[in-house]
């Protein structure tokens, strides 16, 4: 808004899927704080990574996403200046050495079936029990910010095995949705049956642009409140 020198008056609305999911989520948790004069029409979001422990323990070994582990973890660190490399084994020196400088779709599918604890030195392999990590992981837990978004919310979550879409977790995003609900936030959950992370997102995206271009013309939110039940607990490990 100040970058574009408009007024607070303009709508403004968030997109984000899996990765950008974070961004959208985390700002309008935040902008109520940061930015209360924000006009918020909207936001829509799929794929969300609510609680980091439980997506790090859901693609642990998994054939298609463990290999996502390293690099999130290489994130996180950097983000929060956490010196990784002392907890790393050989192998994890490699892994992240590699993953370091590249992105998703360069390095998916090199280590399938990978095991966290393959990456860290032994004593290290349960790792939400070191305490840096632990409280880092904690603090990212969506929805534990003190207050929660004024705006308007889609929500769309994959659900291809029971549990998720193969990196989000169905029950975390659905429990999310049910907090802002009972915060008094207008939530249309959708949970998309069948459908695997890519697909959700092919998926989500024509609902998302649908969703918003409704809410810049004023059409009032659909919100299912009514029909969402609790999900996973969201609480630090």
Request: glycine letters at 10%; charged letters at 15%; aromatic letters at 10%.
């Amino acid at each position: 808004i100040h970058v574009l020198k408009l007024g607070t008056k303009v709508p403004v609305a968030m997109i984000g899927y899996s990765g950008g999911s974070i961004a959208a989520d985390w700002a309008s948790e935040l902008a109520p704080h940061y930015a209360p004069k924000l006009n918020i029409v909207g936001v829509a979001m799929g794929g969300v990574p609510v609680d980091l422990a439980h997506n790090l323990t859901y693609i642990d070994g998994s054939a298609s996403w463990s290999d996502v582990a390293p690099a999130a973890m290489i994130g996180i660190t950097r983000s929060y200046h956490i010196k990784f490399g002392k907890y790393l084994s050989s192998f994890g020196k490699k892994v992240v050495k590699a993953e370091s400088h590249q992105c998703i779709g360069e390095f998916q599918g090199a280590y399938p079936h990978l095991h966290f604890k393959k990456l860290v030195k032994h004593k290290y392999r349960h790792i939400f029990q070191i305490p840096i990590f632990r409280k880092t992981v904690n603090k990212l837990i969506m929805g534990s910010v003190p207050g929660h978004p004024a705006g308007p919310f889609l929500m769309a979550a994959g659900n291809a095995d029971g549990t998720g879409d193969g990196v989000m977790i169905e029950k975390d995003q659905q429990q999310l949705a049910y907090e802002y609900c009972h915060q008094g936030v207008a939530v249309d959950f959708e949970e998309l049956q069948g459908l695997a992370h890519e697909q959700a997102g092919a998926a989500f995206f024509p609902q998302a642009i649908a969703y918003l271009q409704a809410a810049f013309v004023g059409t009032p939110p659909v919100n299912n409140c009514s029909t969402i039940k609790k999900g996973n607990p969201l609480k630090p490990v």
